[in-house]
C-alpha cells in the first residue's frame, strides 16, 4: 500500500517537473529561469553538505572538489560519446539524450562518491579537524589535476559539453537529495549521525560505529556534489578549473551556516535566498529594500528574550506600526517587480495587482504584530543600524561606481554580518519548518 | 568474565598503564580506586576499546577481543558508562534511551528495558521529552547509566558516577549499582570515592600510576592501613 503511494507520488511529482519544465521558459524571462537553475543546482550542494557539516558534525571545505569530480567526469562521458560514437554537428536529444544524461548523472554521483571514500576514509578515522585539513588539500589537489589534464581542456577550462540540464532534471535531483537526507535523517541511521555530532565518545560508547556513519554521509553528500558539478556543467556549457576554488566550497558553507547546521529547511530556503539575493544585488535600488526585509525577517525569527514592559505600551505600539509600514514599504517593490517578470502578471495584473500587494503585504505585517515584543527588540536594536548602513552603502556607492561587482559583495559580506550576529544558530537552527514552526511564529505573546 | 593480561597503554609517547592484569568474575561488583592520573580511566577505555593497549591482550569470556572495535564489544554485551556522564544534550531523555539500544534489535526486549531503567530512576520517566542537556548533573548521571543499561550489558563499565554530585545523590546512585548487579549484571567500577565504591563492591584494585599495586576482597582494602591513609582520608 505504502509502495503503491510513493509511486504515485513519484509520478506525480515526475510530471509536475515536466510539465513546468516544458512551461517555465514559456513563462517567465530567461534571466529568471537561470537564477531558477542556479538555486537548484545551490539546493543540492547545501543540503548534501548540511549532512556532512550540519547533521554528522564534521567539517568538510572541500565540496567543490567533488562537485569538480562530477561535472568533469560526466562532462568528460557525455562529450566523448557525442564526438566519437555519435559524432553528428549537435548532441543527441530526445529521449537518447535523456537516457545519455541519467547515465551522465550516474557516472557524476559514482565518481564522486569513491572520491568521497578515498579521502573519508582515512580522514575520518581520526577526531577533529583532520577532515577539514584533509578536504582543503583534496580540493586545491583537485583544482591542480584538472588544470594538467589535457583530454578536458587542462587550464582552458571544457567547453563545447553539451547542452542537457534543464529545469526537469535539477529540480528532479534537487527533490531526491531533499527526501533522501530527510529519510536518511529521521531513520534510526539518522539517530546515529546525529549522536555523533553530539557526542562521539558517547556514540562510540553506545555501540555505533562511528567510523562507518561518518564515511556514509561523507559519501552520500560528496555523491550529491558530484550531481550538482554535472548539472552545472551540461548547463553553463563549460567547466573551468577555477570555479572550483576553495571560495566556491565556502560560498556553500555560507549557506549551511546561515540556513542553520541542522535544518534541511534552512539549507533549502537560504540556497535560494543567496542566489535570488546575489542577483538583486546588482541592481541599487533593491539594496535598500534588501536590508529592510532581511533585518525584519531575522528580528521576527528572534526569540525574544526581554518581555513587554507594561507602562511604555503606547511608545512600543507606536513603533510598531511604524515598522510595519516601513515593512510594507521595503517589501512591495521586491514582490511587484518580482511579479513583474512573469509575463501573465505583467498582462493581466499590474494595475490592480500592484495595489494588492501592497494591502497583502500589510495583512501578513499585522498578523505577527501579536508578537509585539519582538517588534520592538527588532526597532531598538536593528533599526537605526540598518537606516545608517544603507544610507551610507548608498552613497558609497555612488564612488565604488565603476566597481560594481566588488560592491555587490561589500554589501552581500555586509548582509551576512548583520544575520550572523543576530541568528549565530543560523536562520533555522536546527528547527525545520512544520506545521509546529507557524504555531509558535504566530503565538500569541505568552505571559 | 573479564580477564585483563599485562596491559601496556601509550598516548603517544606517554605510558599510563605498566603491565596492568585484572579480572572480574561473573556477576560480581569490582572497583578500581586510585588518585587522579592514576590509569583509572584509561584502563576501562581499553576495555570498551576506546584505546588499543600497545601489549596485554583482554579475555571477555574466553574470547579475545583485544582487537575488536567497540561497536563489536557493545554487541557481545561490554558497555561503558563514560566518565562525565556524555549524554547527547540536544535530544529528548526518551531518544538518548533509544541511542542506548542502538545495537539491538529485540523489540519487546527494549520495552521492557525501558521500563526497569524507569523502574529504576522514575524521574527519567517523568522528564522523558525533556532535551538531556537541560537535565541536572544528578539526572544526567542517572540518564548515562540508564542508556547503558538500555544496550542490556552483561558487563557495564562506570567511571566515575559519583563525579560532582551532592552526597545523597551519590548514595542513591551507588543504591542502584548494588540493584543492577541484583539483576545480573556484572559491574567493574572506576571511583575516587573510595569509601563508597569499596562499601558495595565485592574485590577492588588500587591503581598507582599505571600499575596495580595493592588487590583484594573489598573489606581487606578497607581494612588496610595504606589504603586508609592514602584514600579513605585516614
Ligand atoms: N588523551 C590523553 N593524551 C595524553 N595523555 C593522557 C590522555 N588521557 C590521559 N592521559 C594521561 O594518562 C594518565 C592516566 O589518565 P587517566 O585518565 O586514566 O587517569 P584517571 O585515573 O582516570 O584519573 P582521574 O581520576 O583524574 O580521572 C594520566 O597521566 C593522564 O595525564
Ligand atoms: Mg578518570
Redesign the pocket.
Known sequence: MKRLINLILLLLTVTALLILNAWLPRWLNPYINQIIIMAGINIILAVSLNLINGFTGQFSIGHAGFMAVGGYASAAFTYYLWKLHFKGAHAPGGMTGYAIFFAALLIAALSAAVMGFLVGVPSLRLRGDYLAIVTLGFGEIIVALINNIEVVGGSRGFTDIPFYTNFFWVYLVVVATVLMTRNLVQSAHGRALIAVREDEIAADAMGINTTRYKVLAFVIGSACAGVAGALQGHYNLSLHPSAFKFLKSVEVIIMVVLGGMGSITGSVLTAIFVTVLLELLRFPVWVACIFFALILATAILSRPRVPLIKEQLVPQILVCVGATLLLVFALAPIVHSALLQVAWFKAHWAPIGTRLIFVGIAAAAVLPMKRLDVWTRFLFKNFIYALVLTCVLLFARKWFNDNAAGFRMIIYSALLVILMLNRPQGLFGKAELSAATWRRLFKPLAR | MLEISRLDVY??V?R?LHSVSLHVGKGEIVTLI??????????L?TVSGLLRPLAGEILFEGEDITDMPPHRRVALGIVQVP?GRRVFPQMSVGENLDLGAYARKDKAGIKQDLERVFSLFPILAERRKQAAGTLSGGQQQMLAIGRALMARPRLLLM??PSLGLAPLIVKDIFHVIAEIRKQGVTVLL?E?NAHMALSIADRGYV?ET?RVTLSGPAKELMANEEVKKAYLGG
Not at chain 2, 588518585?35 to 584509561?42: E, H, L, P
Open positions: 598516548y603517544g606517554i599510563a586510585g588518585a587522579n592520573g592514576a590509569g583509572k580511566s584509561t584502563t577505555r566518565e567511571d566515575e572506576v575516587q591503581l599505571g
